[in-house]
């Protein structure tokens, strides 16, 4: 008997919180409460029945157990994967899933529960929860036993067409008005933390489970993503929303005839929206939304055609042994953001918790480990380079107290991390690190000398030549917020007077913006037509030009990049900013200085610290 597509009866399970919404994905049903539907699921309270051809009447958990081939003879006890479409007329009870591990030590359950989430429609302003503030566990306990839900939870607005990525212990809760995909583990273990003292039919309030809770949940809560990709085909758009050891997980836009990436060992299809037909040999199936369909192992050829948004999902994929991976670390003074990073500088993972500066280098060191040492579990990696706030001894490795790490003074971090971890650990300085994520994979791709200017609440910088940072004798190269631009310019604490920085940074447009209207920037009220805004904005336009032809007279490098936060204005003020930099320049050099915006934005360091080489 060949292989051929097995469509899937869904369940739909009553929920407190649920309303009527299913219906639109052509769901049946007579209850108003219907809260999920479990579009692929082999749960003994919930057990998909196959529609059609010789599997006819058999469940999804049957199939699993006597046509082991259908799914490509897998080696895992049970089904592994569950999705659902959930509709959330109320908010869901704040709740985190085990992990493997506790899953079977708790429940005896093989599977613990990491899930994921693609808003398919949402109320105007819909929040949801995702995650805790608290640093260490007695603080979580401590918050609630107080009740302080409001200092314990995070919440995050979320719009159509967000994707999130919710790892076993992330405490977490579906708010009301949204209606989203869900593909998890095949899993009901669920802790509930709180549940608003909501009260059911009866009067009963809902069992919580706080001791479970606190032993499952991450603390401190990190924030893991995998890169989503788009990859449009003739007459459709894929988009890779996940791709980990556990699911894979596209979106697709189909517009025509499309050929399905339905590789082995197999796939499910969750149909969302629109109309059209499955083709496989000779055979022709309707397509609506709400239908699922196993594409079983060896069921080759699978063509749709019609006008559909669906939904593929494999099961996880370890990443390939053969291909190397480097991880990327930026250390600041609020948040800890690690990556890994494939060699042509994509991102492929990222995870970021909050830094928690005030508890010190250990506290922050020991989760920096824990980060990498959990990234390095799942990827092959070759180098490890962390990107610092300085000033900081980069040869050596050393921290040397930078200001937003109160209580870094002389930290050997690169001697920490290289005694967990047996692969080459590099440190440079957060300014350096985007330098060359620009110059290797940005705006300065394939250019041999680039020179990167951060243009935020600082201005910072860094110069690669022949894709090396140049540090310079003392680790200060490329340190270009103290270069004089003005001498009778503004004080500052730290720099000199009529330093670049006093005169062309973020701080210093938002300190004459308040000067004018505290409300307002520099750039909103010059839009208004404010003349002391104007003239403040000319101003800034020509100390940041003198600042860049400074640059060229010195170094004259193939390329300039801007980056940073104020360049997000830049197009009131590019066209200006060009003249302004020629007028200062040699006249055989006007209008031949390449000045581009960085590419990277947030990544750049990220990226950079990846490829930061051991002694160069
Ligand atoms: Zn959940």
Redesign the pocket.
């Known amino acids: 008997m060949s292989a051929y597509p097995i469509f899937l009866t869904p369940v739909c399970k009553e929920r407190l919180w649920g309303g009527e919404a299913l219906r639109r994905f052509g769901y049946s049903f007579a209850q108003p409460n219907i809260g999920e539907a479990w579009a692929v699921a082999a749960l003994p309270d919930g057990d998909n029945l196959v529609e059609n051809g010789d599997c006819r009447g058999m469940t999804l958990s049957q199939l699993w157990r006597e046509r082991p081939e259908l799914f490509g003879n897998p080696d895992e006890p049970e089904f592994p994967l569950l999705i659902k479409i959930i509709d959330a007329r109320e908010d ?1 009870s704040i ?3 085990p992990n493997d591990e506790q899953a079977q030590r708790l429940e005896g359950r093989p599977y613990g ?1 990491t ?1 994921c989430w693609y808003i398919l429609d949402c109320a105007p302003d819909s929040r949801l929860v995702f995650g805790h503030n608290a640093a260490v566990s007695d603080e979580m306990e401590r918050l609630i036993a107080a009740g302080d839900w409001t200092a314990l939870l995070q919440q995050r607005k979320i719009q159509r067409g967000d994707f999130l990525f ?1 790892p076993s212990g992330t405490v ?3 708010g009301k008005g949204t209606i989203l995909l ?1 593909v ?1 583990q095949s899993s009901d273990s ?1 802790y509930r933390l709180y549940d608003y003292d909501r009260r059911d039919a009866q009067g009963n309030l809902r069992e919580l489970h706080l001791e479970k809770c606190i032993d499952v949940t991450n603390v401190p809560h990190h924030e893991v993503s995998y890169q989503r990709r788009t990859i449009r085909h003739p007459s459709s758009t894929q988009e890779i929303l996940t791709s980990n050891r556990l699911f894979q997980l596209s979106r697709w836009e189909v517009r025509g005839e499309t050929q399905l990436d339905t590789r082995s060992p197999y796939a499910l299809m969750t149909v969302v929206a629109g109309y059209g037909k499955l083709h496989h040999g000779e055979q022709a199936y309707e397509l609506t939304a709400g239908k699922s369909v196993l594409i079983p192992h060896g069921c080759e050829g699978i063509v749709v055609e019609g006008e559909l948004e669906l939904f593929l999902t494999h099961p996880g994929k370890e990443p390939e042994a053969a291909e190397s991976y480097r991880i990327g670390v930026d250390i600041g003074g609020t948040n800890l953001r690690a990556a890994v990073v494939d060699q042509a500088g994509q991102i492929v993972k990222r995870v970021a918790m909050k830094t928690f500066a005030e508890k010190g280098p250990d506290f922050v060191i020991r989760n920096l480990q824990q980060m990498i040492g959990s990234l390095m579990q799942e990827y092959p990696v070759t180098h490890i380079g962390l990107a610092c706030p300085g000033p900081l001894d980069a040869k050596a490795g050393i921290i040397l107290s930078p200001p937003n790490l109160p209580g870094w003074d002389r930290i050997d971090l690169k001697g920490k991390l290289a005694a967990t971890f047996d692969i080459p650990v590099t440190l440079d300085n957060d300014a350096n690190a985007a330098a060359l994520g620009e110059a290797l994979f940005g705006a300065g791709k394939g250019k041999r000398s680039v020179f990167y200017v951060t243009i935020s609440t600082g201005i910072g910088g860094g110069f690669v030549y022949n894709g090396n940072i140049i540090q310079g004798a003392h680790f200060c190269a490329g340190e270009v917020g103290n270069m004089i631009i003005r001498p009778d310019g503004p004080a500052h604490p730290m720099l000199n007077q009529g330093s670049w920085e006093t005169l062309a940074s973020g701080t210093a447009l938002n300190r004459q913006a308040q000067q004018i209207d505290q409300r307002k920037s520099l750039f909103q009220l010059e839009q208004e037509g404010n003349a002391q805004a104007k003239e403040a904005i000319e101003q800034f336009v020509a100390n940041l030009a003198t600042g860049i032809a400074n640059l060229v007279h010195i170094l004259d490098p193939d390329t300039i990049i801007l980056g940073g936060g104020v360049m997000k204005s830049r197009h009131l003020f590019w066209e200006q900013l060009h003249r302004a930099v020629d007028e200062r320049l040699y006249p055989q050099l006007r209008g031949k200085i390449d000045l581009q915006v960085a590419q990277l934005e947030d990544d750049a360091g990220i990226i950079g610290a990846a490829f930061l080489e051991p002694g160069a």
């Open positions: 869901l709740q985190v899933h529960k899930e919710v977490h809760a579906i869900e998890q669920t």
